[in-house]
């Protein structure tokens, strides 16, 4: 029979405490001490889910396409994960991390993109689709500047195919921010510009996704 000294026991038993330790907290994961917030109004049958683009903006990062002979900064993709529900589930609200999870500080990596968009059993695809860009408005490709209202509304419900009278399974939303109409069309997405000075803890973006009168949560639709 093997004997092992009381010590020999006591360092395995550390051992194995520190490593479901050190496995324990690689799986949960712990809500940002630092982030933007989104929240609004919502139907009760949708979902959210998005995501937190960045990119690295330090050119002593810069990588070589080996094929091309291209350099370039890499871009990340996280999903947002801090998304929670009223009881009722009408309303919303996400934390946004000022600092992704893939980011590098030797590489400066920055955020550039919030997209949200949702999901319900009455629509085929996803709608109110909304990418917040964290740029200047006289950037590239911006959107709409929303820095002096930090509120977008989208009025959103199915619709009828003109040329047969029938109802459509899509939903389609119109868009506003504050007062101003930014976009009335079929198509499920659009675009705003933040200033990057707005892109800071404590700020509070609403964005609520109100059902119209054509609005179903499933895809019966009326004869």
Same mark, same amino acid.
């Given at each position: 029979?093997?004997?092992?000294?009381?010590?020999?026991?006591?360092?395995?038993?550390?051992?194995?405490?520190?490593?479901?330790?050190?496995?324990?907290?690689?799986?949960?994961?712990? &809500?940002?001490?630092?982030?933007?917030?989104?929240?609004?109004? %919502?139907?009760?049958?949708?979902?959210?889910?998005?995501?937190?683009?960045?990119?690295?903006?330090?050119?002593?990062?810069? %990588?070589?396409?080996?094929? &091309?002979?291209?350099?370039?900064?890499?871009?990340?993709?996280?999903?947002?994960?801090?998304?929670?529900?009223?009881?009722?589930?009408? &309303?919303?609200?996400?934390?946004?991390?000022?600092?992704?999870?893939?980011?590098?500080?030797?590489?400066? +990596?920055?955020?550039?993109?919030?997209?949200?968009?949702?999901?319900? #059993?009455?629509a085929k695809t996803q709608f109110a689709?909304?990418?917040?860009?964290? +740029?200047?408005?006289?950037?590239?490709?911006? *959107?709409?500047d929303m820095s002096d209202s930090l509120?977008?509304?989208?009025?959103?419900?199915?619709?009828?195919?003109?040329?047969?009278?029938?109802?459509?399974?899509?939903?389609?939303?119109?868009?506003?921010?504050?007062?101003?109409?930014?976009?009335?069309?079929?198509?499920?997405?659009?675009?705003?510009?933040?200033? #990057?000075?707005?892109?800071?803890? *404590?700020?509070?973006?609403?964005?609520?996704?109100?059902?119209?009168?054509n609005y179903f949560p499933t895809l019966?639709?009326?004869?």
């Amino acid at each position: 029979m093997i004997k092992f000294k009381k010590k020999h026991v006591l360092m395995v038993c550390i051992i194995l405490v520190g490593c479901s330790i050190l496995s324990f907290t690689n799986i949960i994961q712990f &809500s940002p001490k630092e982030y933007v917030v989104i929240k609004g109004k %919502k139907p009760v049958d949708a979902e959210i889910f998005g995501y937190l683009r960045s990119s690295d903006t330090n050119e002593l990062c810069l %990588k070589e396409n080996w094929l &091309s002979g291209t350099k370039y900064l890499s871009s990340y993709d996280d999903e947002l994960e801090f998304i929670t529900y009223s009881d009722e589930g009408d &309303s919303y609200s996400i934390k946004v991390p000022l600092v992704p999870e893939s980011s590098s500080k030797e590489c400066d +990596t920055k955020v550039h993109t919030v997209q949200i968009a949702f999901n319900s #059993p009455g629509a085929k695809t996803q709608f109110a689709e909304l990418k917040i860009r964290v +740029t200047q408005p006289d950037d590239f490709l911006p *959107g709409p500047d929303m820095s002096d209202s930090l509120y977008v509304k989208s009025l959103c419900q199915s619709y009828k195919y003109p040329d047969d009278d029938t109802w459509s399974e899509y939903v389609r939303c119109d868009y506003y921010n504050g007062d101003k109409v930014i976009a009335k069309k079929e198509g499920n997405g659009e675009s705003v510009t933040l200033s #990057p000075d707005l892109f800071k803890a *404590g700020t509070v973006i609403t964005y609520d996704i109100i059902p119209g009168e054509n609005y179903f949560p499933t895809l019966d639709r009326p004869e």
